[in-house]
């Protein structure tokens, strides 16, 4: 199971992005799908997740900014990012849960994370 991310860059303050994450591999279904973010020397945070039947939750920081959506039959979670500000700038990941055909269990996949930058 791969987790391809796009969408990362560099943006203005005020400025916008969406962020795409698509899985692909032997998947039978997923659960969870999640973006978090990372700045160096600091720990892996929750930015936005969304349920497969599309109950959301977000970070305080990002409510009100941040709209998380995926498409099920294309094992594809968005995330636009509105108002960004320099805070925002650091890499993020694409978080999964999976049940793999074939094999018992839910499985965590990551993505190789984006860069989003925040700067005039």
């Known amino acids: 199971v791969q987790l391809v991310e796009s969408g990362g860059g560099l943006v203005q303050p005020g400025g916008s992005l969406r962020l795409s994450c698509a899985a692909s591999g032997s998947i039978l279904s997923i659960n969870a799908m999640g973006w978090y973010r990372q700045a160096p020397g600091k720990q892996r945070e929750l930015v936005a997740a969304?349920?497969?039947?599309?109950?959301?939750n977000y970070a305080d920081s990002v409510k009100g900014r941040f709209t998380i959506s995926r498409d099920n039959a294309k094992n594809t979670v968005y995330l636009q990012t509105n108002s960004l500000n320099p805070e925002d700038t650091d890499v993020y990941y694409c978080?999964?849960?999976?049940?793999?055909?074939?094999?018992?269990?839910?499985?965590?996949?990551w993505g190789q994370g984006t860069q989003v930058t925040v700067s005039s």
């Open positions: 969304i349920t497969s039947g599309g109950s959301t």
């Open positions: 978080n999964a849960e999976v049940r793999r055909v074939g094999v018992v269990g839910l499985y965590d996949y």
